[in-house]
């Protein structure tokens, strides 16, 4: 393998998610990687423990396992103790599907540092978007099985049009059960969700979707369940500081969105050793290059596609914005929020639809955007189709309550109501708030 100066990344890159197998036992209808079966090709015993090494002497600190299924992958464990013994934070990301407690036990032994299980949604949701009736109880006795073993446990969730309707029963569910951290992102068209893209939110959901998550958030701090917020998630709109902050104040300095982070502060490396800025990003555009071909140094170091946001803050940084981005007043700050979410939608970066500040700025001129597919993607995993974009007059739409994600049918729990009988006006008066407050500052421009 080629050497390089081996600088030291540490003020650049400290976290990776890391594939260490495709091989999956769910049949997720949202799955970017279109998990199933293991890569033909995948990385061995022997490489694997060389590309540690090669994590290790670059500087990342963190690392998170996911597959498919990680544990599927006969060498797990031996990896996670040598993750561990050179230094670096090892994590897994899982479905939670059959995790035993002595598996839960020797994950422990190895050194694993927490265990995140995916759920997306009460009992039948979550079985239905993850392929296997059972997922969802077996996600539970997971956690349960982790949390006796010692180990941390969080939840990380998916909001698309199936999933969000349960989020406030879910949040009940996760407190009742302990888990004290609780990540939140988009479902966006990649891989199996490209073909099922009558889960996602139009742009319009998310003046629904921000301010009840605002509510979550702020009764998560009373509760000791703190939401992470994804990096497809936001932008600058009324409760940036309270989303972004994760010091549980509002008050935090850099409590705001400053842009993709792809190749910066995050890597994603496949089961096949191919090397991205961000494990979500599609294979065929983002690959930078393969272990087994480069050292881990050099790709990062060298190829254009670990590159893309090295630009951050100077002029060249917004070139690549087209559409309502390129225009928007915080163009150069954001640079098109997410370069994953931008991309699987439009086969490009730079402009994206998945913005809240966005969409109240289309409200507030009485316009809505929608997104519609318009080629269908290829079924590799990684993939994506292509969307257009339309705006449409509100005045001239006709809402679909039983399929988009509204206040009525939303679930809240009924102790919530009971202790509330105002909830929900509440929160529907702090949408029709949030499209004024930004109509008026549109008029002062």
Known sequence: MEQSNPFNLRQRKSYVV?????KCNLLCNHCGSRAGDARSDELDTAEAIDLIHQMAAAGISDVTLIGGEAYLRKDWLQLVAEITKVGMVCSMVT?????????????????????????????????????????????????????????????????????FKDFPKLYQKLVEVGVNAWQIAITVPMGNAADNNALLLQPKELQVVHPVLAHLLKRGRKDGLSLQIGNNMGY??????????????????????????AGLATLGIEADGAIKGCPSLPTTAYTGGNIREHSLVNIVSQSDELNINMNAGTPEGTQHLWGFCKSCEYAELCRGGCTWTAHVFFDKRGNNPYCYHRSLVQAAQGKQEQIKLIRKADGIPFDNGEFALNIVDLAKMLPNKLKEVSLENIKFPKQWLEKDSAL???????MANNIKMMQDRLALL
Not at 237 to 261: A, H, I, Q, V
Not at 424 to 430: A, F, G, P, Y
Request: hydrophobic share 35%.
């Open 18 to 22: 890391w594939e260490i197998t495709l």
């Open 95 to 163: 479905g939670g599907y059959g995790i035993s407690a002595k598996s839960a036990k020797r994950m422990k032994k190895a050194g694993l540092a927490s265990v995140s299980v995916s759920l997306d949604g009460m009992r039948l949701a979550h079985d239905q978007q993850r392929g296997k009736i059972g997922s969802w109880d077996q996600a539970f006795q997971s956690l349960e099985h982790l949390s006796n073993a010692g180990i941390p446990i969080t939840a990380n969730s998916q909001v698309n049009r199936v999933s």
């Open 236 to 261: 600058y709109g009324p409760y940036e500081k309270l989303m972004r902050s994760y010091s549980g104040t509002e008050n935090e300095e850099w409590g705001f969105w400053r842009g993709c982070n």
């Open 424 to 430: 929900i006006s509440s929160l529907q008066e702090e």
